[in-house]
């Protein structure tokens, strides 16, 4: 539970605080109950460890890193109490209290960061799931944050489980994780930058194939090793030189060469 001691605490950490990966989430995993579903991944935009509560707000984060436009996530960010005060009175609503009292940090699940056409936009969301059936206390919270970032000149969204796909979570989440190569065995005894143009290659010239046989014969061609060849597409999709539609059901390993294609800056730098 919280007391007034522990908000100045927090408050003291820098909590809620900095941007990218000086980022400190307001809310982590070791401050609340868990049912053993909080998620604490590394951002691969951010380069910070993230702290999510909920399977929903994991695949939601897997989503908003997957887009190209999303350049910071900041998840559990604290909204300004004496703020919220003043709309729950406006609303006619009980604010909630710390042990001693006072007004409690509510906080937003996420506080997005996205650059479109050159100009930085800021949007709080909160994911709940099947919003429909909340109760009314959890429906009256939701808009106590709604007016809270009207007030500021922003739109609060709430999105529940329709708002990822698994398909999308799936693929994803399979790419992350080569997106930093270069602590793996093979990579200094691999010519790896060869081999990436060698898929390259292969997918400009739109062979009749999947991903998994393409590696292969270029691990053949090459004397390497499919998974070797793999990992190296792996890691240039998550670095966003070759790109691919993640929605798909499926899997990346099975879609045709057809299905991706060089990004105009395909050449990112293999790490």
């Known amino acids: 539970m919280f007391d007034e001691q522990r908000v100045q605490k927090f408050i003291a950490q820098g909590r809620g605080q900095g941007q990218g990966p000086t980022y400190k989430p307001w809310l982590q995993i070791q401050d609340v109950p868990s049912l053993g579903r909080s998620h604490r991944p590394y951002g691969i935009k951010t380069r910070r460890v993230h702290h999510f509560l909920s399977d929903g707000e994991w695949k939601s984060f897997l989503k908003?890193?997957?887009d190209p436009s999303v350049v910071d996530i900041r998840?559990?960010?604290?909204?300004?109490?004496?703020?919220?005060?003043?709309?729950?009175m406006k609303l006619g609503y009980k604010h909630p209290i710390t042990l001693d009292g006072t007004?409690?940090?509510?906080t937003v699940?996420?506080?997005?960061t996205r650059r479109v056409e050159g100009k930085y936009l800021i949007e709080p969301y909160t994911f709940k799931y099947a919003p429909a059936t909340l109760s009314k206390r959890d429906s009256e919270l939701i808009q106590i944050a709604e007016a809270f970032w009207k007030d500021n000149g922003f739109q609060l969204r709430v999105i529940d489980e329709n708002f990822f796909d698994e398909a999308l979570v799936l693929n994803y989440d399979?790419?992350?994780?080569?997106?930093?190569?270069?602590?793996?065995?093979?990579?200094?005894?691999?010519?790896?930058?060869?081999?990436?143009?060698?898929?390259?290659?292969?997918i400009v010239q739109r062979r009749p194939e999947d991903l998994v046989s393409a590696c292969a014969h270029i691990a053949l061609s090459h004397a390497s090793d499919p998974?070797?060849?793999?990992?190296?597409?792996?890691h240039l999709i998550a670095r966003g030189g070759i790109l691919v539609d993640y929605s798909r059901t499926l899997g990346l390993e099975r879609r045709l060469l057809s299905d991706f294609e060089l990004a105009q800056n395909s050449e990112e730098p293999l790490q």
Do not use: G
């Open 64 to 66: 908003f890193e997957a």
């Open 75 to 88: 998840e559990q960010f604290p909204m300004d109490r004496l703020q919220t005060l003043r709309a729950a």
């Open 103 to 106: 007004p409690y940090v509510m």
């Open 109 to 112: 699940d996420f506080l997005i």
């Open 174 to 202: 399979s790419v992350r994780t080569y997106f930093e190569i270069s602590n793996l065995a093979f990579f200094r005894h691999t010519n790896v930058l060869l081999v990436a143009q060698a898929i390259r290659d292969r």
């Open 227 to 234: 998974q070797i060849v793999f990992s190296i597409a792996m």
